[in-house]
């Protein structure tokens, strides 16, 4: 049974920071990659990073130079280091993990696994 569980959301105000955490439990032998994703109401949900089990990131456009992920892969934990936020930054953030190898009852399971979310507001 593999969870991921997520904190760190809240309340921040516009140029603010907050980190965000995401960590993966169960029998689990390695994860491939790690990701953040974001939805505002109404909108569809966006990736916004991902980084690789070998530390290869990539970000969409509207965080690059100022959100940062990181993973420490012996904890199975996922990070998402927010500066400079900004009110469009507002939404509830999921933590995804992808391509998990894990030891279920009666077989070596590959799968996806999804956070609960985290609420992101910026506002002043």
């Known amino acids: 049974q593999v969870q991921l569980v997520e904190s760190g959301g809240g309340l921040v105000q516009p140029g603010g920071s907050l980190r965000l955490s995401c960590a993966a439990s169960g029998s689990i032998f390695s994860i491939n990659a790690m990701n953040w994703y974001r939805q505002a109401p109404g909108k569809q949900r966006e990736l916004v990073a991902s980084i690789t089990r070998g530390g290869r990131t990539n970000y969409t456009d509207s965080v690059k130079g100022r959100f940062t992920i990181s993973r420490d892969n012996a904890k199975n934990t996922v990070y998402l280091r927010m500066n400079s936020l900004k009110p469009e930054d507002t939404a509830v953030y999921y933590c995804?993990?992808?391509?998990?190898?894990?030891?279920?009852?009666?077989?070596?399971?590959?799968?996806?696994?999804w956070g609960q979310g985290t609420q992101v507001t910026v506002s002043s």
């Open positions: 995804n993990a992808v391509g998990v190898l894990a030891q279920a009852v009666d077989a070596l399971r590959l799968g996806d696994y």
